[in-house]
């Protein structure tokens, strides 16, 4: 106990520390969102890497679909890895710097608002954004007071607390930089406590090979060994995993922020290879680790604990001193995603709804002011569902979670997409997006609740959960984009051939980057 509260009060005591010190970076709107663009490869790379992996995934999704597919489950981490980041960054990343520097835009929906010339997309988009990060937020609290519980016997409530308390004075005060920062060193710590934890949760059973061969005597309904199968006994179902947490990523304000606040080419280098390698590690390390939960429960007591108590199941028979390692690696994972969830509530609130209702006429420190007190707001209504929910049917973290990035990505992941690429993408398009994706994952949410039963066997397939839900929302703005566009091209935004212009700027490179012409 001495051992786990040392670690704790330390990790605290660092990232407030931190949050404190970058108060200077903060003290106009565009340093305490965005860094002042200034922010460098490592710490842009771990940015990503630390808000793209929580305690949702490390608790919620690696424990079930572990459970569900065995060790195949690491494909999921590997499509996290090169389609959620090494994808991202080649196709989003200079792209996403480039045009939204040139719009001046700080916030997606503030892109929106000026790549398709429209004030209502703008608002629109900022109050999904908010919604629906909402859900998200919640499941953090889930899945790492879980695990406090297991290591100190603390109530639920009282983790949900303080770690909305902390994570709100170091985002506060610090804004952006205090994040990125916080971020690198919680990413450090990730990477070595997720090699840590699965060296001595293998070795529980005899090492990798002998738990192999336990997980292949696992019995399943769908063949001998499924368990150790190459894509394990539900291929389709992985499939959809996959694209759901890789893909879906394209379209997440918290994400896409990132690319934002690059600093110059060198990072976008740096932070693809980086942040690949980072989720290969971590995500591919967590769903590897659930693809042995077998070995550590029973089917009766999943069924009586819920799909969450998994990993906390796996976790518990450590040593103190790797339980404590566990909890500041979790810690880490989370308060790194909820630090860039709450940051990206708070701006897009303030900045793309506030503001443009008040007509635009707030002054720099007003805005802040603002800024920070939706951060707060944010917080304490995530932490109060948290809490609510702790004690409703809906128990899966992964449920949460899935509703929010099928919204967000649903929405968001194809008006952002094209509108980075293509210059006839619509107004009409976008808002059919908006449209579709809010209400695939609003059906969804009362479907989940048992509020009613959807008829057929087709939508009953689709909306058996929102994995399948949120990858059809993803797969289908994809196509309704371009066709609403080329039937509505009176509803095209004016400008865009100047706003494509900042593509086709002239800079100087050296040689070593691009070759020249053959001397002659």
Not at 58 to 81: D, K, R
Not at 139 to 168: D, E, H, K, P
Not at 187 to 197: D, K, N, R, T
Not at 287 to 295: E, K, P, R
Request: aromatic fraction near 12%; charge should be positive; hydrophobic fraction near 50%.
């Amino acid at each position: 106990m001495i051992i786990k509260t040392v670690l704790l009060i330390a990790f605290f005591s660092v990232f407030i520390s931190i949050g404190l010190y970058c108060r200077r970076h903060s003290t106009d709107v565009n340093g305490f969102v965005l860094g002042g663009r200034s922010v460098g490869p490592w710490l842009t790379a771990f940015a990503y890497g630390t808000s793209y992996f929580s305690a949702v995934i490390f608790v919620g999704y690696a424990g079930q679909f572990g459970w569900n597919f065995g060790v195949a489950s690491t494909w999921i981490g590997l499509g996290n890895a090169f389609i959620g980041s090494l994808l991202a960054w080649v196709i989003l990343g200079r792209r996403t710097r480039i045009m939204t520097q040139h719009l001046g835009s700080r916030t997606m929906p503030e892109f929106f608002g000026q790549r398709y010339g429209s004030a209502r997309l703008k608002v629109l988009a900022s109050f999904i954004t908010f919604v629906f990060l909402i859900p998200y937020t919640a499941s953090l609290y889930n899945g790492l007071s879980r695990l406090f519980r297991m290591a100190f016997n603390v109530a639920y409530s009282i983790c949900v607390i303080v770690m909305a308390l902390l994570t709100a004075v170091y985002v506060i005060a610090g804004g952006y930089m205090a994040t990125a920062i916080n971020d690198f060193i919680q990413g450090l710590i990730m990477l070595a406590g997720i090699v840590a934890v699965i060296l001595a949760v293998l070795a529980q059973n005899g090492g990798f090979m002998s738990s192999l061969v336990k997980m292949s005597e696992v019995s399943s309904p769908v063949m001998k060994g499924a368990y150790v199968s190459f894509f394990g006994p539900q291929p389709l179902y992985l499939l959809i995993v996959v694209l759901l947490t890789s893909l879906g990523t394209w379209g997440l304000p918290q994400m896409i922020s990132k690319f934002y606040a690059i600093d110059n080419e060198r990072s976008i280098k740096t932070g693809t290879i980086v942040s690949t390698f980072f989720a290969i590690i971590v995500a591919g390390g967590c769903y590897f680790l659930g693809g042995f939960g077998h070995l550590f429960t029973t089917e009766q007591e999943v069924q009586s604990n819920g799909m969450d108590s998994i990993i906390p199941t796996m976790l518990s028979g450590l040593p103190d001193i790797l339980i404590g390692v566990v909890l500041i690696l979790v810690l880490s994972a989370s308060m790194s995603t909820l630090s860039s969830l709450v940051l990206t509530s708070g701006s897009t609130l303030t900045l793309d709804f506030i503001d443009p209702l008040r007509g635009n006429r707030m002054s720099e420190a007003q805005k802040m002011t603002v800024m920070r007190i939706f951060i707060a707001v944010f917080i304490v209504i995530s932490a109060v569902i948290a809490i609510v929910q702790a004690r409703s049917r809906i128990t899966f973290i992964a449920q949460l979670m899935g509703i929010s990035w099928g919204a967000l990505s649903g929405s968001f992941l194809a008006p952002f997409l094209y509108g980075l690429y293509w210059k006839k993408t619509t107004r009409a398009s976008v808002l059919t997006a908006f449209g579709f994706g809010t209400v695939m994952m609003l059906l969804q949410l009362c479907i989940s609740l048992g509020l009613f039963t959807p008829a057929g066997p087709v939508l009953r397939w689709f909306f058996q959960n929102s994995l399948y839900s949120g990858v059809l929302s993803m797969i289908v703005s994809l196509l309704i984009v371009p066709v609403v566009s080329l039937l509505t091209q009176k509803t095209a935004p004016a400008g865009v051939d100047d706003m494509f212009r900042c593509y086709d700027r002239s800079v100087v490179v050296h040689a070593k980057t691009v070759l020249g012409d053959r001397d002659k």
